[in-house]
């Protein structure tokens, strides 16, 4: 299969993408917001990628196994608006609505940095044509800005920390979930490497900041937008203080 699945906290699933071409590892906070729609969904990925692999299906599959499915999601968080994180919100949001059609309102909400938005409209979504695919449509409806991002109440509380992490793409964001040490970091921060900047809106000199400003936290579970050569989630503090200290010299 090419996701393979694993909860790494309580309620946080990891869906590592293992197949031949692109796409990105997509996290799912289960049953944290109220009302029909729980999930929170981080990255959907591609639909169909390059290869011709179809993404989103698989994806299903093994959210599927876990007991999650794309009907119950109520927000969708993407870090970036690059094709292989985000081609795949749309279809959660008509898939979440179609949940609507049996009597209920409402549809899953889409959220992005504002400067994520502001760069989508006018250089991103061009990013599309450029690998020859249809654009997403994104249509935020939280605009999110730095600091705190308290999902759902009660039991399955989650407070995140929204942290804007630009040089990879002008709005790219990070997740910190600072009561699990937990770290999302888009395509900022991966295992032994860093994101590319050569992509329109890229700067290797902001995206050393954001990564000075990431190393700084306490974390123990980093999760990246994308697998490497050396491995995909970093566990452990020690090693993620290691893995920052090694990628220092790459940007
Ligand atoms: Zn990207």
């Given at each position: 299969?090419?996701?393979?699945?694993?909860?790494?906290?309580?309620?946080?699933?990891?869906?590592?993408?293992?197949?031949?071409?692109?796409?990105?590892?997509?996290?799912?906070?289960?049953?944290?917001?109220?009302?029909?729609?729980?999930?929170?969904?981080?990255?959907?990925?591609?639909?169909?990628?390059?290869?011709?692999?179809?993404?989103?299906?698989?994806?299903?599959?093994?959210?599927?196994?876990?007991?999650?499915?794309?009907?119950?999601?109520?927000?969708?968080?993407?870090?970036?608006?690059?094709?292989?994180?985000?081609?795949?919100?749309?279809?959660?949001?008509?898939?979440?609505s179609r949940k609507a059609g049996k009597?209920?309102?409402?549809?899953?909400?889409?959220?992005?940095?504002g400067e994520e938005e502001e760069y989508?409209?006018?250089?991103?979504?061009?990013?599309?044509?450029?690998?020859?695919?249809?654009?997403?449509?994104?249509?935020?409806?939280?605009?999110?800005?730095?600091?705190?991002?308290?999902?759902?109440?009660?039991?399955?509380?989650?407070?995140?920390?929204?942290?804007?992490?630009?040089?990879?793409?002008?709005?790219?964001?990070?997740?910190?979930?600072?009561e699990r040490a937990v770290l999302m970091?888009?395509?900022?921060?991966?295992?032994?490497?860093?994101?590319?900047?050569?992509?329109?809106?890229?700067?290797?000199?902001?995206?050393?900041?954001?990564?000075?400003?990431?190393?700084?936290?306490?974390?123990?579970?980093?999760?990246?937008?994308?697998?490497?050569?050396?491995?995909?989630?970093?566990?452990?503090?020690?090693?993620?203080?290691?893995?920052?200290?090694?990628?220092?010299?790459?940007?």
């Amino acid at each position: 299969m090419p996701h393979s699945s694993r909860q790494i906290v309580d309620g946080l699933y990891c869906y590592i993408w293992q197949g031949r071409g692109n796409n990105c590892n997509t996290y799912v906070l289960a049953n944290v917001l109220r009302g029909e729609r729980p999930h929170v969904i981080i990255d959907p990925g591609f639909v169909v990628n390059e290869m011709g692999e179809r993404c989103f299906d698989s994806l299903m599959v093994a959210m599927q196994r876990d007991g999650l499915t794309a009907e119950d999601i109520g927000l969708v968080i993407d870090t970036h608006t690059h094709p292989d994180h985000c081609q795949a919100t749309e279809i959660i949001v008509e898939k979440s609505s179609r949940k609507a059609g049996k009597g209920k309102m409402g549809q899953a909400i889409v959220a992005l940095s504002g400067e994520e938005e502001e760069y989508y409209k006018t250089v991103g979504e061009r990013m599309f044509g450029m690998f020859g695919m249809k654009v997403a449509k994104l249509d935020p409806f939280l605009r999110l800005t730095e600091g705190d991002l308290s999902l759902g109440t009660g039991q399955g509380k989650v407070d995140l920390q929204v942290l804007l992490t630009p040089g990879h793409s002008p709005g790219s964001i990070c997740l910190y979930w600072p009561e699990r040490a937990v770290l999302m970091t888009g395509d900022v921060v991966f295992h032994g490497s860093v994101g590319r900047t050569d992509f329109p809106g890229g700067s290797i000199t902001i995206l050393k900041q954001s990564i000075e400003k990431l190393s700084q936290l306490d974390v123990e579970h980093l999760l990246p937008g994308h697998s490497t050569e050396y491995g995909s989630i970093v566990e452990g503090r020690e090693m993620v203080r290691r893995n920052f200290n090694a990628i220092k010299f790459l940007v």
